[in-house]
């Protein structure tokens, strides 16, 4: 049984529509898949159907960018209903808040003396339903001004770099509570990707577990193996689900081919049992938490 639990799409910042995600999830050899967007659900009905005609399982799911204590943390939310209203306004302001900031961005570019636009860079994202950072990398590609999203971020993108701008995210203790009251489960991103442990040590989880935290993403391509041994430790003594995911963006992030890092099916059974028992908690219909069910 090969799952993995963090895919990107078009809607966001990879580069397959997520009928082509399916069908490369496929071709992957994996059973399951999860579609995982930035703040939104707008690929879902899309992955669903083609899912459902290639006969593979797919989680749904999103990747929310949060705060917690100062630093950036990626949420992947898993299967809340995305109507909810609480969670819709939570995810509302933060795509609010990365539309927000591509003018900065341009405008530091700009003032550096390199010709991209507001418009241009737009243009260049298609129908996301967030245009962030990538696509300002994207632009300055186009533009030849550096070969790759990666040169881009490295020398203007990134924070502490010439163009960098921060942004409001949700704060993450409220985007877990409106996660929760939409019936879904939260999993920290790579919570220790090109990072110390910073905010998110063994206190740091331990809290964030007291609040509805269920998991975290351990084997990501982020982590060194030293990393995940330590996260594995504190996951198995807080009883949090291990996950394992590529963070797949099609041809917009190298070394992230699907099913890189795989999730095992006893902790992808814990996560679907979570979601089920949140779902109830908020008096929601328990979600077909994957179509078709597996036999993990
Ligand atoms: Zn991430
Ligand atoms: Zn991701």
Redesign the pocket.
């Known amino acids: 049984m090969r799952i993995d639990l963090?895919?990107?799409t078009c809607v966001s910042d990879g580069t397959d529509t997520p009928s082509e995600l399916v069908r490369a999830a496929v071709a992957a050899g994996l059973d399951v898949v999860a579609i995982?967007d930035?703040d939104t659900s707008a690929g879902w009905d899309e992955a669903v159907a083609t899912a459902h005609d290639a006969g593979i399982g797919l989680v749904r799911g999103m990747?929310i960018s949060t705060r917690f204590r100062g630093r950036g943390v990626?949420l992947?939310g898993y299967l809340p209903d995305p109507t909810h209203p609480g969670l819709l306004a939570e995810l509302r302001s933060v795509l609010d808040g990365r539309d927000a900031r591509v003018p900065g961005m341009v405008e530091r570019l700009r003032g550096l003396g390199l010709d991209v636009t507001v418009e241009g860079v737009r243009r260049l994202a298609g129908p996301t339903a967030a245009v962030g950072r990538p696509h300002v990398a994207d632009a300055l590609v186009a533009a030849g001004y550096v070969a790759s999203r990666g040169e881009a971020f490295d020398r203007y993108l990134s924070p502490g770099r010439a163009a960098y701008a921060s942004r409001a995210a949700a704060d993450l203790e409220t985007m877990l509570a409106a996660l929760a009251a939409a019936g879904g489960v939260g999993v920290i991103?790579?919570p220790w990707g090109r990072h110390d442990p910073g905010v998110l040590d063994h206190d740091g989880l331990a809290h964030l577990a007291g609040l509805g935290l269920v998991g975290i993403e351990v084997d990501h391509q982020d982590h060194d193996p030293a990393s995940r041994a330590e996260l594995r430790e504190i996951a198995g003594a807080l009883d949090l689900v291990v996950t394992g995911s590529s963070?797949y963006?099609g041809l917009g992030k190298v070394d992230h081919d699907l099913g890189c890092n795989l999730t095992a099916p006893e902790e992808l059974e814990r996560l679907l049992d979570a979601a089920a028992a949140a779902a109830r908690a908020a008096g929601r219909d328990v979600p077909a938490m994957i179509w078709p069910r597996p036999e993990l």
Request: hydrophobic share 25%; proline share 0%; no cysteine.
């Open positions: 963090h895919a990107h995982t930035h990747e990626h992947l991103a790579h963070d963006h």
